[in-house]
């Protein structure tokens, strides 16, 4: 009779695999992600985007919530985030609503860049008129 020695082995673990992200950014953007690193005292690209994922994350859960996202300054003064991307998964009945109040020259300024020759890319009239 043969008594065979069974090998036990500890179960493998699969290693968490890191994944990589790279982003073509532009000039402004690249200081900006720069400025805000410093800011926050950031030393590492994977840090800051962490951040960046858990604070949209947050704010995404709110909108889906229906809840608005507002800053407040020290006299209560308020301002509600409008943001495309979250007004997305907003529920419909809490969408906000926004009123611009345009003037005549504003309007006349704005359809007449609308009416313009179609551009190849953005006009330096265009690219003023979207900073004001």
């Known amino acids: 009779m043969k008594i ?3 090998r ?24 900006t992600v720069r400025f805000l690193k410093e800011e926050l005292q950031l030393t590492s690209n994977t840090d800051f985007l962490s951040d960046a994922v858990a604070l949209f994350r947050w704010a995404v859960s709110e909108r889906k919530l229906g809840r608005r996202i507002i800053s407040e300054n020290a006299s ?25 109040n345009w003037t005549g020259r504003e309007l006349e300024s704005l359809a007449q860049l609308a009416s313009g020759v179609e551009a190849k890319r953005p006009t330096e009239d265009l690219i003023r008129a979207m900073r004001d």
Do not use: H, W, Y
């Open 76 to 100: 209560g003064e308020r301002n509600v985030l409008l943001f495309p991307r979250l007004e997305r998964v907003a529920p419909d009945a809490s969408l906000p609503r926004v009123e611009i």
């Open 4 to 6: 065979g020695k069974k």
């Open 8 to 31: 036990i082995e500890a179960p493998t673990v699969a290693k968490r695999r890191k994944t990589k992200f790279q982003a073509d950014l532009a000039a402004a953007e690249d200081r």
